[in-house]
């Protein structure tokens, strides 16, 4: 409210920042993590935490070796500022051409501070404040604080219960003549849903027939971070294969298992028309908004890190091992076909008073309303298989508790 006629506003704090700390998610997710005492709790000997994708296990020893090369320098400029390393993009370039088949070049990638920042960067270069971007639900849970802080408006659909896939209808009905973006995750945090290509066909069409009655592009953002981490019989296929005007955004936090590096990037496929005018207006935020560029010794450490990846078979032992466990009690969970995470149905309705359950027995989880979708809970499996072990007795334990 503003001030009246001889009153002050003593607000310390803007509007925009004050919206973006009320967002359900984003206030949930920092309650969590900062004021609930899990910073600490998580530490205490014999809890067993399946909260945060955050490593478990000491980093992959050629991880840690290909930042320490990258961080000697090799001329007086080392550390200079940095935009793009052209080493940097042909090497995302190439390894992206094995993912996602189509024949990407690196002047159509842009390195970025992370997955966050990629999202971030294709919201403010494609939508201007007011524009509405739609998702689905589950999100993952900060879609809403980066739309918000970008000046965009929220569109919230839900996914199909039953397949976790995209629920066409739902996204048709919810675009309007202030329709700018549609976010596809895929394969998506929290659910391990991958979209078949049916899907991702089918969505291409409904847009371009909705960007035609509108007489304005609505663009996809494709955030991309898991596209290498798929599981045996599943074949992943992005958006940007079947809709022209897509930006893609990866991370490269999630296949290394090392979200604290902050290091990824947007991507612009071959087909997408006005591609120049987009990467000027990507840079130009890049340096407006404080240099959102990865750090110089990011950058040259690329073209090995390209090489490396999480062991994808490993995770999926631990998979099968958990979600067959799971069923075995009693819980009602979904095989994920990629990610590092599962997705079950809470036993309570109240799935926050099942996830404080667990966390008395020593089980950190998250509840399903920090992903705006009640009645379930996520299990992140970049824990150990010993913890997994570990847990299962507590999950047998706490289900019969409140099945009794």
């Not at 340096?287 to 750090?295: D, H, K, R, S, Y």
């Amino acid at each position: 409210m503003r001030p009246t006629l001889g009153e002050v506003d003593d607000r310390p704090v803007s509007e925009r920042s004050a919206r973006i700390g009320e967002a359900g998610p984003f206030r949930m997710l920092f309650e969590f993590a900062r004021k609930s005492g899990y910073q600490q709790r998580r530490l205490e000997p014999g809890v067993l935490d399946f909260t945060f994708g955050d490593p478990h296990e000491m980093p992959i020893p050629e991880y840690v070796e290909a930042l320490r090369a990258a961080a000697v320098p090799g001329d007086e400029l080392w550390f200079a500022y940095k935009f793009s390393l052209v080493e940097a993009q042909e090497a995302a370039a190439e390894s992206l051409r094995r993912v996602v088949d189509l024949p990407w070049t690196g002047d159509r990638i842009r390195m970025t501070t992370g997955g966050f920042g990629a999202i971030t960067l294709a919201m403010k270069s494609l939508a201007d404040p007011g524009d509405e971007v739609v998702y689905s639900l589950p999100p993952w849970f900060l879609y809403e604080a980066l739309a918000l802080e970008a000046g965009l408006v929220p569109v919230k659909v839900r996914i199909d219960p039953e397949t976790f896939d995209l629920d066409l209808d739902a996204i048709a009905a919810a675009i309007t003549p202030r329709t700018r973006l549609v976010v596809v995750n895929s394969p998506n945090n929290p659910t391990g849903r991958v979209y078949p290509e049916s899907t991702l066909r089918a969505l291409a069409d409904l847009l371009e027939a909705a960007s035609a009655r509108n007489g304005r592009r609505i663009y996809v953002i494709s955030d991309e971070p898991y596209n290498r981490i798929v599981f045996e019989g599943v074949t992943f296929r992005s958006p940007a294969e079947f809709y022209a005007h897509t930006v893609l955004c990866y991370s490269y936090g999630k296949t290394l298992l090392a979200p604290g590096q902050r290091l990824g990037y947007l991507a612009l496929p071959p087909q997408l028309p006005d591609a120049d005018q987009v990467i000027d207006a990507v840079e130009s935020l890049q340096v407006a908004a404080g240099w959102l560029f990865p750090n110089a010794v990011m950058q040259y450490a690329v073209p090995r890190l390209e090489t490396l990846s999480l062991d994808v078979a490993h995770l999926q032992a631990k998979r099968d091992r958990m979600t067959a466990a799971l069923r075995e009690m009693g819980y009602d969970v979904a095989t994920p076909e990629g990610t590092f995470y599962l997705f079950p149905r809470s036993p309570l309705p109240d799935d926050e008073a099942f996830v404080a359950r667990l966390a008395e027995a020593g089980v950190l989880v998250m509840p399903g309303r920090l992903f705006e979708t009640p009645g379930y809970f996520r299990i992140c499996l970049t824990a150990t298989m010993e913890t997994i072990e570990a847990s299962l007795p507590r999950f047998a334990q706490v289900l019969e508790q409140v099945s009794g």
